[in-house]
């Protein structure tokens, strides 16, 4: 396992994508493919939803899960939100104005159910095709979005953070989010810009120190300025993943992308895996602090996902 | 004109709605009609969209002012944000985290072109028909709501603070909001719940003093709870009105809206007038609080508005 917890070797590697460090903001072209498997691999979804991958940086899959299996990660992620060893573990998020949680990490350990999920061929067999590798899990995470006082999540590239924070050297890496309620457009759907995951966006200002334990509430650094934003939307767009339950929103590590608030009265909840190729595993942080703990960035505890889901 | 600004006086009349006064949430049927005029007078719109307005507590009507129009109201808009006057006067409202104009009040009074728009036949007709009676500016403003950080408005009955707060007696109000940019889904639109007009919503608590300063950013009294939210919403849905600048939305006193932030790069910019009947005007607060200044509510310098717009 390559594990150098000392930032200061950060220098002795070429970094593809410096941001933050007091740079101007500025696009730099993506160095890597998206879609890494050969054209002549057969994909295990259809066609056009890879080729929508490949120029949009994101497809979205209805009716991946069943209804009976939706009930289950609810009954899952409602138990993991009051269990009390979760709320003991300090590892859970919760708003920055209130104790209400916000988001539930490492659920592919905390959880067997959620094992199950990321393990289970139908989002780990699309990971391993699109990334062309083993793949592992570099981060999950339940984010609860509850109704009435749900908060924003501002733009950001994902590749950004592990990028500059965690030292995931390059765009190898991939989301899926799987819905567990439905997302209307009123209750804070994801937002996706199309076309963004072909460009880094630089970002201006610097790191702090334990930026986590802020930037998982509200991001202040590592966001786009409003120049990049307005050229990246004018050239694509904004997309709103709405639908059904069950559905999933796979997404490049580079995709732009962010959420408004939520006052409806319904909570917008979904599971978040984050696969990272074995061969793109994470180092020294591309910044001047320490690593980030291994709750939001797997680093000392990584393997190739096992797949073969098999629920009760 | 009525004017009694001694809030003890408020002991003496009958309160139809009592409200927050430590109450318990709870709801009161609404006791007068919504639209006012007979059946036998003729609307000024088509008779399907007052028959909406009547049974959701709200209408949209598009394409109400020509592009040219929408045009002059932005670059009037766009001005006033940037008048050293109106920022000098201490009558605008800024952002609860920063000092961006949210929102410019008594536009009705301090820009020719709002004046206008206010007396304009086209809205003024709508109101005095709905309404049945002559008609004057309770208040008027424009809403910036920025791209990127534009906040969100929590769910509210408007009536609920004019009555508590400016001591409007009765429930024959409305609201035209004029869309001056494109609303889309993604740039925290207005919702509405349809039906939400024939109840009120009695909300739980007190009446800070000089509740204003802080309310018009961020509304922590004379909210709903979050029971009776869910109950409205599964009667009635959320409406969200997306569409194109130069349409207004028309909406009773008494509808409960409220809308999400926008970190979109779109601005979701609106000039908001209230109409209220000569006869329902307002009297002492009904609460134990001084009255509101009168930009935010008119009180002292109330007449019937003139209509006949006629712009350069």
Chains 1, 2 share one sequence.
């Not at 209130?98 to 289970?120: C, P, T, Y």
């Not at 694509?236 to 009265?265: E, L, Q, W, Y």
């Not at 909840?269 to 190729?277: G, L, T």
Request: aromatic share 10%.
């Amino acid at each position: 396992m390559i594990h150098n917890s000392n930032p200061s070797s950060m220098n002795e590697r070429a970094d593809m994508y410096p941001s933050r460090s007091n740079l101007k903001a500025q696009f730099i072209k993506r160095k890597e493919p998206i879609v890494y498997s050969a054209p002549s691999v057969k994909p295990p979804l259809d066609q056009s939803l890879i080729d929508q991958y490949a120029n949009d940086g994101f497809m979205v899959v209805e009716d991946v899960f069943t209804p009976e299996e939706v009930a289950m990660f609810r009954r899952e992620l409602n138990r993991l939100r009051v269990d009390p060893a979760i709320e003991a573990s300090g590892e859970t998020i919760t708003e920055y104005d209130s104790d209400e949680v916000r988001s539930v990490f490492r659920i592919h350990q905390v959880s067997e159910v959620f094992k199950r999920l990321a393990g289970d061929p139908r989002l780990a067999g699309i990971a391993r095709y699109l990334l062309d590798d083993d793949v592992y899990i570099h981060q999950s995470r339940l984010n609860y979005k509850p109704g009435f006082h749900g908060k924003e999540f501002y733009w950001h590239s994902d590749f950004e953070t592990w990028h500059v924070e965690d030292g995931m050297p390059a765009m190898r890496a991939l989301s899926i989010s799987v819905t567990l309620t439905e997302n209307h457009t009123n209750n804070g759907p994801l937002m996706l810009i199309p076309g963004s995951h072909k460009e880094f966006v630089v970002c201006e200002g610097h790191t702090p120190a334990e930026h986590f334990r802020s930037s998982l509430k509200k991001q202040d650094y590592g966001v786009p300025n409003d120049g990049s934003l307005c050229e990246l939307a004018a050239q694509g767009g904004i997309f709103t993943a709405t639908g059904k339950p069950g559905s999933i929103i796979v997404f490049d590590c580079n995709t732009m992308h962010g959420s408004n608030s939520n006052i409806s009265p319904f909570p917008r909840s979904n599971a978040f895996i984050v696969y990272n190729a074995m061969s793109n595993r994470v180092g020294a942080p591309y910044c001047d602090r320490s690593v980030r703990p291994e709750y939001i960035c797997s680093r000392d505890s990584i393997s190739p996902i096992a797949t073969g889901a098999d629920y009760d």
